[in-house]
């Protein structure tokens, strides 16, 4: 296999696959693992924006990445982490402006993924005669940007602030939720959360 197959193949594989459910007991670790599932995301947008002929099998994974597994994430973060992490944070940690920037992101990004997904269902059905539209590869190449340039801060100062500040409670708490929000209860996987 080359070596361009087998990164499509792990591409594809990591878009189509969430962490195990098992590892919602360690949120932090679940929230980790979905950032680096949305920078395999951006490598697959800007292939795509590049492609003269779509990647028809990669537009799908991306299709359904951002349909089902991207608005829960945001979500763990909007409405526990980043309200849990403000309660908790000391005033040194000056974090109320990196999670306002954050959050104003992930409003943008909402927005960007409504319309990337809008605009590659169209090339999936074939209103595209080659490769995808000039404004769409913009649209998919500001948006892996974007969404790089936030997952960093998340990656390097997010989580690792959570690590520290928040409580074994809020991490108990944060388990529970991000688990009932993907429709699982951690006590029936064994879970001691």
């Known amino acids: 296999m080359k070596k361009q197959e087998e990164t499509e193949v792990l591409a594809l594989e990591t878009l189509g696959n969430a962490p195990p459910s098992s590892q919602l007991s360690e949120p932090l670790d679940y929230i980790f693992a979905e950032h680096f599932r949305q920078r395999v995301l951006c490598n697959a947008l800007d292939e795509i924006a590049d492609q003269e002929q779509p990647d028809r099998q990669m537009i799908e994974a991306v299709l359904r990445f951002l349909r089902v ?7 763990d973060e909007e409405h526990d982490l980043f309200p849990m992490l403000r309660r908790r944070a000391e005033p ?4 109320d402006d990196v999670i306002g920037q954050l959050t104003q ?7 960007d993924a409504k319309l990337i997904t ?10 595209a005669v080659t490769g995808v539209a000039s404004s769409l590869a913009k649209l998919l190449h500001r948006f892996a940007e974007n ?9 390097a100062i997010i989580l690792p602030l959570a690590r520290i500040r928040l409580t074994a409670d809020d991490v108990r708490n944060l388990a529970q939720r991000m688990a009932a929000r993907r429709g699982v209860d ?8």
Not at 92 to 95: F, G, L, T
Not at 105 to 111: S, V
Not at 118 to 127: T, Y
Request: net charge negative.
């Open 186 to 193: 951690l006590k029936e996987l064994g879970d001691a959360v």
């Open 92 to 95: 040194e940690d000056r974090i």
């Open 118 to 127: 809008e605009g590659l269902a169209k090339v999936l059905a074939g209103k």
């Open 105 to 111: 992101e992930h409003a943008a990004d909402r927005l």
């Open 69 to 75: 597994d991207f608005a829960p994430h945001m979500l």
């Open 147 to 155: 969404e790089r340039n936030h997952l960093t801060l998340e990656n």
